[in-house]
Structures are given as C-alpha cells and as structure tokens.
C-alpha cells in the first residue's frame, strides 16, 4: 500500500499514493465515490476497517483524522491530506488555496472541529469503539 507502482499511458511507471478512509462514515463513502470518479490513476483507497499493512498508525488515530500515505510512506494528515487527495483531480487548485497564509490556520481549525465532531458522533468517545 501507497508504494505500488502502476503504468501511465505512456509506458511509464508512477508512484501511487494511498488514502486511508472510514467505509463506515456515509459522508466519507460519498467523498471517496466522487474522488474515484475524478482523481487520476495515482490515487488508490483503502478502507481503514479492512487495512491490514503493518506500520500503520493505530485504528483510532485512522478515524480522527484523515490520512494519505504517500508513494515514499511519508503519511500526510488531517486538511493538508484532504488538500493533497484532491490534488488528484482537476479541482486541486481550488484546494490549494486552503493552505494560503491567513487562510490556512482558520480552515485547519475548521477541519479538526468538524473531523472530531464526526468521531465523536460516529463512534462516541471510547477509544475502543473504534476498534470493533
């Protein structure tokens, strides 16, 4: 996982980055259904109730936050992740723009409020709900 490689059209091999999703979450299945419609071949997606690759991070960790594990394994979280998948599309400009000086600290704020109040809704806050 995130360290396949597949070919482009022109015989090429690239890089393949991998997002960690919650299969559980109806609104993250919606988002992964669009971005398997318009993201290119580099983008591959994991459901983090079925992952299995060992040096994850744990389950819980998974859940709170998005993740995207890319092609050298370096695991990019939270916005900048949901900025970096959409990279993938042709809307990435549109996303870039969350991470400008000024704007990038209120939606940061923005998303880890919304990201723990979808834990939080989804699997209350015992940690080992998660993990059922």
Known sequence: ???????DGSGMT??????FYDGRCPLCRREVALLRKLADDGLAFQDIHSA????LP???ALLKSL???????VMVTGLAANVAVWQHTV???????LL??????????CYD????????????????????
């Open 52 to 55: 299995t690759a060992a040096r």
């Open 67 to 73: 993740h995207l594990q890319r092609a050298d394994g």
């Open 14 to 19: 690239r890089a393949i980055e991998t997002l």
């Open 113 to 132: 409020r919304w990201a723990q109040r979808r834990y939080n809704r989804l699997y209350g806050c015992a940690g080992t709900a998660a993990e059922s």
């Open 1 to 7: 996982m995130g360290r396949e490689r597949q070919r």
């Open 100 to 109: 400008w000086p000024g704007v990038r600290s209120v939606a940061h704020g």
């Open 58 to 60: 744990a389950t819980e």
């Open 91 to 97: 809307f990435g400009a549109l996303w870039r723009v």
